[in-house]
């Protein structure tokens, strides 16, 4: 399998109303996208498409702060002004998701309500347009247990199985794999993140050549039960 990872640019600023398979498709055509392709869009053009934005009140840090109270359902720990949440669609991440990068002055962008919906209505509205089948991760930044530095995760899916159980299969040298998941929304999320970036404004990008199995994944299906969580 060889993969090719395409940035979309020229998409520009997204305001709440904005289609986001509109904007995208002026960037795609250009790259006369093919079936089985996978458009990979962070969470931050969706989230401003559909006015999941805060205007900031008073002290920034003190309504960050509120903020992120009121969009987690619970806090899993806390150490000073670092707050680990687990928000309403089943995350465990930093902040409950509230951003300021890329937000426009005065206000936060919180994480889409839906991101499996929004992500869903993008693959629809994209593969009318273009008469193919695509799939569509909707992505954000997070952090890693025992790993440092962050990277790009599916928070939204659709077209595509989250994750890829390999369990029953062997490998190289026949020996049967008994545990073996491999995160490949994550992973599709994370390798199109390396053409992607805040500072350059490029909110997006097409992977071409993934040959994984389809079908239809949740992000919910990437969070570890809590029964299985040493960390909670």
């Known amino acids: 399998m060889t993969l090719e990872i395409h ?6 600023v997204v305001s709440s109303g904005d289609d986001v398979a509109s904007v995208l498709t002026g960037a795609l055509e250009p790259l006369r996208p093919l079936s089985g392709d996978v458009i990979v869009v962070t969470h931050k053009i969706v989230s401003k498409a559909e006015g999941a934005v805060r205007e900031i009140v008073g002290d920034p840090e003190e309504f960050k702060k509120l903020l992120v109270e009121e969009q987690a359902t619970s806090i899993v720990r806390r ?8 928000t309403k669609h089943g995350f465990v991440c930093a ?4 951003d300021r990068s890329n937000a426009a002055p005065g206000t936060m962008i919180l994480l889409p309500d839906d991101p499996d919906r929004s992500a869903h209505r993008i693959r629809e509205k994209l593969e009318r347009q273009f008469g193919i089948e ?14 440092v530095g962050l990277t790009d995760v599916a928070i939204g899916i659709s ?6 159980d390999l369990k029953g299969t062997k490998d190289w040298v026949g020996r049967e794999l008994d ?6 929304a994550d992973e599709l999320a994370a390798a199109a993140d390396l053409v992607m970036g805040k500072a ?26 809590v029964n299985e969580d040493l960390f909670r």
């Open 7 to 12: 940035p979309l640019v020229g998409i520009g």
């Open 79 to 86: 150490r000073g002004d670092l707050i680990i949440t687990e």
């Open 95 to 98: 902040n409950a998701g509230v």
């Open 134 to 147: 695509l799939a569509v991760i909707i992505s954000d930044t997070f952090g890693r247990p025992w790993r």
């Open 159 to 164: 077209g595509l199985i989250a994750v890829l």
């Open 179 to 184: 545990i073996t998941e491999v995160a490949v």
């Open 200 to 225: 350059e404004g490029i909110p997006a990008a097409l992977v071409r050549g993934y040959e994984g199995p389809r079908g239809e994944g949740r992000a919910i299906d990437l969070v570890r039960p």
